[in-house]
């Protein structure tokens, strides 16, 4: 017998002592045992022997006897049931907990799952493993996925193919052009062989393009015009870049909530970092370089890069899931379940990536040129359409929807109009590329902070309503600047602003007698006098 079901066995005699009416024999001695009838791996009912005394009835000795009572060990011990917060493995059956799956205590410091105790029925189940594979590649010439319970192999993944009906389908992922660095037919690559041949400092894109693509001074996108085939040059001689979308779709934003969060973060990092404070002491808004400086440090020491990098980790390996070179079991155990639940959207709603177009890179030729990369464009077979998807992983999309639904509309416009950028020949082409959906398109919200933290949720995008949001971006950047003009004083106000603005018959009659002393007569004067008219009918 165990020392800890002896522990258990204890411990349920003495509730069951505590549990006895005053008038019940005192104890002398009590031993508990195990029965040997008990099952061996979840014991319910433990069997106590008790070794009673009590004194004769002539009071000249004590009687000793042996009672033999059975205590449930288990049944209140156990916790209610609730939901999981974690992953783990049922004490019961070693299947596998997931988070969210509803647990109990078993009253040993384990957890119990539903499916080994219904509620209903406290009888134990028999329960299939719940297989947790892991890869393998061991010296005794196994390689694969494997269940580190019952060590079977994971099944490979189905080929899914396309509808079976020949009007109905569409070119295959592998039909689309991918200028990557993997030769048609030819071997997948792995991430870490993702770099450009002729620039081994320079790391590639998943569909072989570059990571950073080349920019001017501005950080604009430097790439050639569609119309010529050559670059926008200025006058002298020097490329010219081409707005970036995330510029162009915030002209027309407002920006309160993300500058006092950024104001915010400053109060923060202050409070972590004095010295900092100490630091600006003296500056003035001369010394913007240093202020800069300061300000960017007390923003990190804020955490305002935390939740940017890892959304930019949770979006490259989203990029690496899409062109099939990792699993969600390849990621990081921190956001791992994350991964999990993105693939099973993608499984659930039909969305199938396309390897060649995720991270490329388009144009359109509207309001001077924007230039921007797309996450990805997918296939979703439920409308046997070709939507772009954009991931985010910001905390919410409510401050950001009219900017957003904008950036979409121009990557499935300007993939429809030039096609796509090869960085490498520096040339455009549409060439085998399926055409996009300009109504509506998807954002994949994976928020890596707030409530949502660790969701996956799939959101449409109005395209419709991105194209109308484009229009008032480009009339707020195209309004001309205003020059200070100097003062030459006030010319007399016109006179038909004059009559057009009259309130009464009274004031249009002395406005009436002021134009004809000043000249105005025949037919200019009634024309003055029908805008009075008109202006006092407007007014009843």
């Not at 010529?228 to 002209?251: E, I, L, Q, V």
């Not at 660790?454 to 309503?465: C, E, F, K, M, Y």
């Not at 007569?521 to 003055?528: I, K």
Request: aromatic share 8%; glycine share 8%; with cysteine.
């Amino acid at each position: 017998m165990s020392d800890q079901w002896q522990r258990a066995a204890s411990e349920a005699a003495k509730r069951h002592m505590a549990a006895q009416e005053d008038d019940t024999p005192y104890v002398a001695m009590l031993k508990a045992e195990l029965s040997d009838q008990a099952p061996a791996i979840d014991p319910v009912i433990v069997t106590l022997k008790e070794t009673v005394v009590e004194p004769c009835p002539d009071g000249c000795c004590d009687t000793v006897s042996e009672v033999v009572r059975t205590v449930e060990v288990m049944d209140d011990t156990k916790g209610p049931w609730f939901s999981a917060a974690y992953d783990g493995e049922c004490s019961k059956c070693d299947g596998a907990i997931w988070r969210g799956d509803e647990i109990r205590a078993d009253g040993r410091g384990g957890y119990e799952c539903s499916g080994c105790y219904p509620h209903d029925d406290e009888t134990p189940v028999s329960k299939p493993c719940q297989h947790r594979f892991v890869w393998v590649d061991d010296d005794n010439g196994r390689s694969g996925s494997f269940c580190v319970r019952c060590e079977q192999e994971e099944d490979p993944l189905p080929d899914v193919g396309l509808a079976d009906d020949p009007a109905q389908q569409v070119p295959t992922a592998d039909e689309f052009m991918n200028p990557g660095p993997a030769a048609p037919g030819g071997p997948v690559m792995t991430p870490d062989e993702f770099m450009d041949p002729d620039a081994p400092d320079k790391p590639l894109n998943v569909s072989g393009q570059p990571s950073e693509p080349e920019r001017d001074s501005r950080g604009r996108y430097l790439v050639t015009d569609p119309a010529t085939g050559d670059f926008r040059r200025f006058k002298n001689g020097k490329p010219m870049g081409w707005t970036r979308t995330t510029t162009f779709n915030k002209a027309a934003s407002n920006n309160k909530a993300i500058n006092d969060w950024n104001r915010r973060n400053i109060v923060i990092g202050a409070s972590r970092l004095p010295h900092l404070v100490r630091d600006a002491q003296g500056l003035t808004h001369e010394d913007k370089d240093q202020l800069n400086r300061i300000a960017d440090e007390l923003e990190k020491a804020a955490g305002s890069k935390v939740a940017a990098d890892l959304g930019t980790e949770i979006h490259k390996f989203t990029e690496y899931m899409d062109a099939g070179l990792k699993t969600w079991r390849d990621a990081e155990l921190y956001y791992q379940d994350q991964m999990r639940r993105y693939q099973e959207l993608l499984e659930a709603e039909g969305l199938e990536p396309i390897p060649g177009l995720i991270e490329r890179t388009v144009v359109i030729q509207e309001y001077g040129g924007v230039c921007g990369t797309y996450d990805r464009v997918m296939y979703h077979r439920p409308s046997n359409s070709y939507p772009v998807v954009d991931v985010k992983s910001g905390k919410t999309l409510k401050y950001g929807m009219h900017e957003i639904e904008t950036q979409l509309w121009i990557y499935a416009h300007g993939h429809n109009q030039n096609g796509v950028y090869d960085h490498h020949t520096k040339t455009w082409s549409k060439e085998g590329l399926p055409r996009v959906r300009e109504d509506w398109g998807l954002v994949i919200h994976m928020p890596v902070q707030g409530d949502l933290a660790g969701q996956v949720v799939l959101t449409p995008a109005d395209l419709s309503a991105g194209r109308q949001h484009a229009e008032l971006c480009h009339a707020v950047r195209s309004q001309p600047s205003r020059k200070v003009l100097p003062w030459k004083g006030l010319e007399p106000e016109p006179w038909e602003l004059r009559f057009a603005n009259v309130q009464s018959q009274e004031e249009t009659s002395e406005l009436w007698k002021a134009a004809k002393a000043a000249g105005f007569e025949g037919v200019r004067l009634n024309e003055l006098v029908r805008l009075a008219q008109i202006a006092l009918s407007v007014r009843g």
